[in-house]
């Protein structure tokens, strides 16, 4: 990349990952927030399929956490597609 792209590319992560620059709880859940189609407070537990997100959105969000530096796949992702499921696999890629 060149000098003005790659400042364009860093400055979207950023503004992906928020203001502390790093992926937490709270990220992923006001992530998955912008992937519902309504305003109404997500249960954890529950089917995200439920409430709105497919399968490109699911492939965007892996994507994004690959360019943070967290490798999940589609289909990890898809398995279990629940923040609960989500923040543990998550997590579980943080720690290693």
């Known amino acids: 990349m060149t000098g003005i792209a790659e400042s364009e590319h860093s400055k979207n992560i950023d503004t992906q990952l928020g203001a502390a620059g ?3 709880r709270d990220w992923l859940e ?3 927030a912008r ?3 309504d305003d109404e407070a997500i249960d ?3 089917n995200l399929l439920f409430y709105g997100v497919d399968s ?3 492939m965007e969000l892996g994507a994004e956490l690959s360019r943070a ?3 999940v796949s589609f289909a990890e992702l898809a ?3 629940t923040l609960e499921a989500w923040w543990a696999l998550i997590r579980a890629r943080l720690a290693a």
């Open 22 to 24: 790093v992926i937490d």
């Open 30 to 32: 006001s992530r998955v």
């Open 35 to 37: 992937m519902v189609d």
């Open 44 to 46: 954890p537990a529950e």
């Open 56 to 58: 490109i959105a699911v």
């Open 69 to 71: 530096g967290i490798t």
């Open 79 to 81: 398995e279990v597609p």
